[in-house]
């Protein structure tokens, strides 16, 4: 039998089982909407209040900052395993890639990206 024959007939059985099995699974348990099963489960805790919050933007910056860190600490980890293969050019590469990360970090902490609450009375930019 041909490769590609094979496939197709194997292809078709498995729609042919997988629509069986979606039928036979809707003609067994048949679906009846109640009130409390629509509703969202939160601990036993009837819901309050819109789920859809605004959330700060310090939140963004500081979830962004973390996520570049965090793939800082990764390069970082491949780089000091091959150490001793890249030689004085993965030094040198290395030192300005933490460099460049470094005056990223104080330009973003001179800026107030990583307060929290920020308190625009002390700003004076």
């Known amino acids: ?25 809707r003609w067994l348990g048949s679906y009846r909407a109640q009130w409390d099963k629509e509703q969202p489960f939160e601990c036993g805790v009837p819901p309050t209040g819109d ?3 605004r959330m700060p933007v310090s939140f963004y910056v500081i979830a962004v900052s973390f996520l570049i860190f965090d793939i800082e600490a990764a390069f970082l980890f491949i780089w000091a395993v091959t150490y001793w293969e890249l030689g004085i050019r993965g030094v040198i590469g290395a030192c300005v890639f933490i460099l460049i990360l470094l005056f990223g970090l104080i330009y973003e902490w001179r800026k107030g990206g990583l307060e929290w609450i920020s308190d625009k009375t002390t700003k004076d930019h």
Do not use: H, K, N, Q
Not at 2 to 14: H, K, N, R, T, V
């Open 1 to 25: 039998m041909e490769p590609a024959a094979l496939i197709g007939s194997f292809s078709l059985l498995i729609l042919f089982v997988l629509g069986s099995l979606l039928w036979i699974a």
């Open 51 to 53: 789920a859809r919050t």
